[in-house]
């Protein structure tokens, strides 16, 4: 964990992927070198190939020149991103149970009205009305938990890049 923390926003992923990898080519482990060595080396191409993916379809990162705040992942960056997440994942808590179930399977899942109103067995007008009442009070409750109205806006703003983003990161 603490090779990927300040490297990137979800080091959780990365740990997780690390020993998953490390699992799957035990057989390459040669006792040559300690464990510790091949488990680095496994982290260290982990997190070559995750920089790898963030680049784009060309893929084309040269780590030994880039840094971690030029991949976007700089330590403030990532704090701002946990703050966020946080503050997120709070509001969404106090939403009754309903309406954050309608907010993540629109924003997470991307359902649309008419597939909302198919899984929640509710009119498309009834979904509308209750997605809009739902985000409205999410609004207020990510307002009232913020500690500063830039991290509210920041939050309410990158909403649906956040979702994504986690989804992403679920689906991985």
Not at 74 to 80: F, G, M, N, W
Not at 109 to 129: A, H, I, W
Not at 141 to 165: F, K
């Amino acid at each position: 964990m603490r090779f990927f923390r300040d490297k990137v926003s979800e080091p959780a992923d990365l740990v997780q992927e690390t020993f998953l990898a490390c699992r799957e080519h035990i057989d390459r482990f040669r006792e040559e070198a300690s464990f510790r060595t091949f488990l680095f080396s496994i982290a260290s191409n982990v997190l070559g190939k995750f920089y790898r993916a963030k680049a784009g379809p060309r893929g084309k990162v040269d780590l030994g020149t880039v840094s971690v705040e030029d991949l976007g992942e700089s330590p403030s960056r990532v704090l701002a991103e946990r703050e966020e997440r946080r503050l997120l994942l709070l509001a969404l808590r106090r939403l009754s149970v309903e309406q954050q179930t309608l907010l993540e399977l629109h924003y997470w899942e991307r359902m649309t009205d008419s597939e909302l109103s198919v899984v929640l067995g509710l009119s498309l007008g009834t979904v509308k009305t209750r997605k809009r009442a739902a985000r409205v009070r999410l609004k207020r409750i990510i307002e009232e938990l913020a500690s500063s109205p830039g991290l509210a806006e920041r939050t309410l703003t990158e909403l649906g890049e956040q979702a994504a983003g986690q989804r992403d990161e679920d689906d991985d």
